[in-house]
């Protein structure tokens, strides 16, 4: 069983749907939960970044976390064919001292038709 | 805040050719990160730097990569005798401190012929 698991998809909606995203994960040491947002041939970018179980908004953004069941998500609002892209998963994990890598899902490429 | 930078953008190299990729950080970040990602795949760790001490090491880096960053500000990566294998996205990613985020580059991808 791999660390993090995520559904590639391909996942496709209309513009305006609500898109729900999710990963679950096996290693309970993970501390930190982030969502990146990927464009093709381009560099993860930082969408939403949270450490406690709960719920964090950041405009059309909701992060959810819930550390008991090993599984986040995450919610776009009133999705716009801007949102297309791969969608990643990530979680940091203390290695040792002060280190710190993050272990990623696969991603799941979502596709937002106008 | 101009962001990672990464360059080359694009690397194509005959099979057995020596590598060389640079990351420049965020400017103020302490924290510097490899990752490789190959399609369909997310982003994997390979090496980690605090200034310019190198702390971590995955076992995805075998001796053939090196990885270094003088003075603590940029970073290379190289790759000595390239494999077909070696063919991906190389992200570099930078972050202030601890338990901070980690902040993207755009990459350089590496094709091998």
């Known amino acids: 069983q791999k660390e993090v698991e995520q559904d590639p998809g391909p996942l496709s909606v209309p513009e305006g749907a609500i898109v729900s995203l999710n990963c679950t994960y096996s290693?309970?040491?993970?501390?930190?939960f982030m969502w990146y947002r990927q464009y093709s041939r381009k560099g993860p970018e930082l969408l939403m970044y949270?450490?406690?179980?709960g719920n964090k908004e950041d405009g059309r953004f909701t992060a959810q976390v819930d550390k008991s069941s090993k599984y986040i998500s995450l919610f776009i609002r009133d999705s716009q064919p801007s949102d297309s892209a791969t969608y990643l998963c990530a979680m940091q994990t203390r290695l040792g001292g002060s280190n710190y890598k993050l272990t990623f899902g696969k991603g799941t490429l979502l596709t937002v038709n106008p | 805040d101009t962001g990672v930078s990464q360059d080359p953008r694009h690397k194509i190299t005959k099979r057995g050719q020596n590598v060389t990729f640079r990351c420049d950080p965020i400017?103020?970040?302490?924290?510097l990160y490899w990752y490789r990602q190959t399609l369909g795949q997310g982003p994997e760790f390979l090496t980690y730097f605090q200034n310019e001490a190198q702390l971590e090491k995955s076992r995805l880096l075998s001796d053939r990569f090196s990885a270094e960053r003088p003075k603590g500000s940029f970073s290379t990566l190289e790759i000595q005798r390239t494999e077909q294998g070696d063919s991906a996205m190389y992200l570099c990613?930078?972050?202030?401190?601890?338990?901070?985020?980690?902040?993207f580059g755009d990459g350089t991808r590496l094709s091998i012929l």
């Open positions: 400017s103020e970040h302490n924290r």
């Open positions: 290693n309970s040491a993970f501390q930190y």
């Open positions: 990613a930078s972050s202030l401190g601890q338990s901070q985020p980690q902040h």
């Open positions: 949270t450490y406690s179980s």
